[in-house]
Structures are given as structure tokens and as C-alpha cells.
């Protein structure tokens, strides 16, 4: 199981990368092996303003859809595109290729609320 230990993770599998006021979201490879082969990723929240835990958009596997929580409030200000024709770029590459969104963060500080490396490896084992 591949959990880079330069990322925050949150309890419902999403993975968060900061750059500067920025924060890159997606899910975990736990999260994607979990969910199976990935049809569908719909995400129809560009350009709004969401709290921490609020569902920004949804994904769609073989067998189930599960909602996307934001792991920080901010305004969501792109949008993973290539998705809507690749979504199996979240099986493939969930660290790279597969981010969904990114988020200009309203509350930086939320970011020391996020689990560690460590810590996500002890909440799936």
C-alpha cells in the first residue's frame, strides 16, 4: 500500500498535498483498491466556496458511489479535467495523474488537523 509520507491524509481516505495557500486533494490508494475500477468521477463545485467536511463532488466504481469530503475549507479553484475522460487515472495514479480537485485554503491551520503518514497507516490496518 503506497502512503507517501509527504501528504495529510483525512479519515474518509483523502489525501491532501499543501503548496503555499494551496491544497491538492484526492484519494488514497487505499481508497481506490477499496472501491475497484473506477467509471465516473463527478465533481460540480469549481469556483465555490465549501466548508471542511462538506461533499465537493462524487465517485462512481463498478459496485458503488461514494461522496468526496473536502479535508479543508477554501473555494475550490480547479478541477482535475482529465478525469472526465480517464477516470481510471484515480486506479492508475491516485498521488499524481488522479488528483480531483485543488483548493485555495480559507484556514490554513486546518491542515495540522489532518492525519499524518503514520497515523492513516494505523486508521486502515
Known amino acids: 500500500m503506497n502512503i507517501p509520507e509527504n501528504l495529510k491524509f483525512t479519515k474518509d481516505h483523502e489525501w491532501v498535498k499543501v503548496e ?3 491544497a491538492i486533494v484526492g484519494i488514497t490508494d487505499f481508497a481506490q483498491s477499496e472501491l ?3 467509471v465516473f468521477v463527478e465533481i460540480e ?3 465555490e466556496e465549501l466548508e471542511k467536511e462538506e461533499v465537493f463532488g462524487t465517485i462512481e466504481a ?3 458511489v461514494s461522496d468526496l469530503y473536502m479535508p479543508v475549507s477554501g473555494k475550490v479553484v480547479e478541477v482535475n479535467e482529465e478525469l472526465e475522460s ?3 487515472l484515480v486506479n492508475k495514479e491516485p498521488y499524481d495523474g488522479g488528483w480531483m480537485i ?3 485554503m480559507n484556514n490554513p491551520d486546518q491542515v495540522s488537523e489532518l ?3 503514520s497515523q492513516y497507516k494505523e486508521l486502515i490496518s
Open 20 to 22: 503555499g495557500n494551496t
Open 36 to 38: 475497484g475500477d473506477i
Open 45 to 47: 463545485t469549481e469556483d
Open 62 to 64: 463498478v459496485k458503488t
Open 86 to 88: 480517464k477516470p481510471e
Open 102 to 104: 485543488k483548493i485555495e
Open 115 to 117: 492525519l499524518s503518514a
